[in-house]
């Protein structure tokens, strides 16, 4: 399958503090990547989709001012979470999309993010 | 009602045992059906495709209802590496390509 890579795997910062998170498509190009945050023994939770050159469309109840995504390119998107504290500390996933097939998604590793 | 809703678990069988799983959804619009496999600490990983005739990888046999609007997977022959959270996994309305996850169910094979 499609690889696609996290960095970092894991992060701890100060609360205030904001992080920023890549996800990448090695090999193929990604037109769409989306977003999402697990708390523990939760399900992933969709934040929002991402289109390169176009600004993301955010899932009901997330904030765009806190969550700063950019898909400049058709093989990366980056997260931000600005000014962090200790609730945004989770699982933060993000997936690519291949058109040619359909809506199946790929994964990356994941960040985890502790805001301490 | 939860888009998609699953029966948490755990699931707790000995290896070589028969194990089902259920979900439903509640978007009648929904087209495209999945089960990912998620480890512990870890992303998830797709499992099987669900079709509406039903379909079987190995050991594993997924079935989809669409007039109850539920999904089922089948695992025979449980092996100890089995042992995951399994995930329910629909599409966001007839044409959408966002993903909504049931919050998974949990299964430990034992020895």
């Known amino acids: 399958g499609a690889v696609v890579s996290q960095h970092p795997s894991w992060v701890i910062c100060k609360s205030g503090t904001s992080v920023k998170i890549e996800c990448r498509s090695l090999d193929f190009q990604a037109t769409t990547m989306f977003w999402y945050r697990q708390f523990p023994k939760q399900s992933l939770m969709l934040m929002a989709t991402s289109n390169e050159g176009s600004k993301a469309t955010y899932e009901q109840g997330v904030e765009k001012d806190k969550f700063l995504i950019n898909h400049a390119s058709l093989t990366l998107s980056t997260l931000t979470v600005t000014s962090a504290h200790p609730e945004d500390s989770s699982f933060y996933i993000c997936?690519?999309?291949?058109?040619?097939?359909?809506?199946?998604?790929?994964f990356g590793p994941g960040t985890r993010l502790t805001v301490l | 009602r939860k888009e998609v809703e699953q029966d948490p678990g755990p699931f707790n069988v000995p290896e070589g045992a028969t194990v089902a799983f259920n979900c439903t959804y509640s978007n009648s619009a929904s087209q495209s059906f999945f089960w990912y496999r998620q480890d512990c600490r870890k992303e998830p990983k797709l499992l099987m495709s669900?079709?509406?005739s039903g379909n079987e990888d190995g050991r594993f046999t997924a079935q989809l209802n669409r007039a109850s609007q539920y999904i089922s997977l089948l695992i025979r022959d449980s092996k100890l590496s089995d042992s995951a959270t399994y995930l329910c996994?629909?599409?966001?309305?007839?044409?959408?390509?966002?993903?909504?996850f049931g919050k998974g169910t949990t299964l430990s094979v034992s020895s």
């Open positions: 996994v629909v599409n966001k309305g007839q044409a959408g390509t966002a993903l909504i």
């Open positions: 997936s690519a999309r291949i058109p040619e097939q359909g809506i199946l998604q790929f």
């Open positions: 669900v079709y509406s």
